[in-house]
C-alpha cells in the first residue's frame, strides 16, 4: 500500500470574525469582537478574515467594520481580509487599511438571487468596478463561489458551471479563488474529482477551500483537496458560523479540529493546538454558548490520554 500523497504545510485563515459572528443573532459588544480576534492571533493563526463591508441593515451584527479594524491593526503578524459586497463596501475596507478584498458570488442563480438579488452572470458582471478599484489603491482581491458544490435550492452543481465563473474571473484579472461548501453538500469524492478538473483547466488559479460540516464531511473533503494539492483552508474558531441566505447551513469545521487533524497527518499549519483549543473554550463563554460542533471540546486531542487503570485486570 502506498503512503497517502498530500502537501506537507497548510495554510489556514480563521473566518470566525466574520462568517462566525455574522450567523449570532444577539449583538456581540465591539469590545468582545476585539477580544476574540486578539485570543486567536496568540495562537499563531496567521490570516483571518476579519470582517465583512455590507450594509449595517443588511447584516447589523457587523455594522463596527471600521471600528473592529482600526483598533486591530497593531497585530501585524496576521493577514487581514475582509468580505465585500460592492465597490461602497470595498472603499469603505481600503479606507481603513485593508489590504485584501474578498469578493462575494453564488454558483446558482437560485442562491444569487437570493444572496445579492441579481443572477450569477448579472452579480459577477459586477464585481467588476470592486476589482478597478482595487488595482488603484495596489489591493489585492480574491474571488469566492458559494454553494460551489451543492446548493440548497438547485441540488449538486455541475463541474461545467464552476468552469464558466472561473473563466471568467481569470478575464478578470483575479488569480485566487475560494470554493465554499456552504451548505455541507460536498464529499470526498466530488470535491477531488472537481479540483482534478479545476485544477488542470485552469492552472495559475489558486485554490482556497471554504468547508461547512453541515453533514459531518467537511475533514473528510478537506484530505480530498489536500491530495489535489491545495492547501488553503478557511476555518472558524469553535465552528462558528452559517450562511444568513441557505438554508440549513450549520458553521464552518472548527479550526482546532482542522489544526489537530492535520497534525496528526503530520501536515505543518505554525498553528499552536493546546492555545487554539483554549481560545475556543473561551470564546465559547464569551458568546454564552454551550454546545458545540468541536470535536476538540467534545473529546480533546488524541494526545490528550486518560489514565491507565489500576490493578490487574480479571477476564471470565
Known amino acids: 500500500m502506498t503512503d497517502l500523497q498530500i502537501p506537507s504545510k497548510a495554510v489556514i485563515c480563521e473566518v470566525a470574525p466574520r ?28 490570516s483571518m478574515e476579519i470582517t465583512s463591508f455590507v450594509h449595517p441593515k443588511a447584516i447589523p451584527q457587523l455594522k463596527d467594520a471600521e471600528e473592529v479594524v482600526t483598533r486591530t491593526q497593531d497585530l501585524t503578524n496576521i493577514k487581514f ?16 487599511g485593508i489590504k485584501k478584498l474578498k469578493l462575494m458570488l453564488s454558483a446558482t442563480d437560485s442562491h444569487s ?25 495596489g489591493v489585492t482581491v480574491g474571488g469566492s463561489i458559494s454553494v460551489a458544490f451543492g446548493c440548497p435550492y438547485e441540488g449538486i452543481v455541475p463541474v461545467d458551471r464552476l468552469a464558466v465563473i ?18 455541507g453538500m460536498a464529499n470526498p469524492r466530488q470535491v477531488y474529482s472537481y479540483l482534478g478538473r479545476l485544477t488542470e483547466q485552469f492552472p495559475a488559479m489558486t485554490f482556497s477551500m471554504h468547508l461547512h460540516n453541515t453533514r459531518g464531511m467537511a475533514f473528510a473533503n478537506a484530505v480530498a483537496a489536500l491530495q489535489q494539492g491545495v492547501i488553503h483552508f478557511d476555518s472558524s474558531i469553535a465552528g462558528l458560523g452559517g450562511c444568513p441566505y441557505a438554508p440549513g447551513a450549520s458553521g464552518n469545521i472548527a479550526s482546532e479540529d482542522l489544526v489537530h487533524g492535520f497534525e496528526e497527518m503530520g501536515i505543518e499549519t505554525g498553528i499552536d493546538l ?28 488524541c494526545s490528550m490520554l486518560s489514565p491507565k487503570p489500576e490493578g490487574q485486570v480479571k477476564l471470565g
Not at 481580509?81 to 481603513?96: K, S
Not at 438571487?113 to 489603491?137: D, G, R
Not at 493546546?274 to 473561551?282: G, V
Open 19 to 46: 462568517d462566525g459572528f455574522q450567523a449570532e443573532h444577539d449583538w456581540i459588544p465591539t469590545e468582545t469582537k476585539i477580544e476574540i480576534i486578539r485570543k486567536l492571533a496568540r495562537t499563531g493563526i496567521q
Open 81 to 96: 481580509r475582509a468580505l465585500v459586497p460592492n465597490a461602497r463596501g470595498a472603499q469603505r475596507a481600503i479606507d481603513v
Open 166 to 183: 472561473l473563466d471568467r474571473y481569470t478575464k478578470m484579472g483575479i488569480h485566487e479563488v475560494s470554493l465554499a461548501d456552504t451548505t
Open 113 to 137: 438571487l437570493s444572496n445579492a438579488n441579481a443572477t450569477v452572470e448579472e452579480a459577477q458582471n459586477a464585481l467588476e468596478p470592486i476589482i478597478a478599484l482595487a488595482e488603484k489603491h
Open 274 to 301: 493546546a492555545k487554539m483549543i483554549d481560545a475556543a473554550k473561551e470564546v465559547q463563554q464569551l458568546l454564552g454558548k454551550t454546545d458545540s460542533s468541536s470535536y476538540m471540546l467534545q473529546a480533546g486531542p
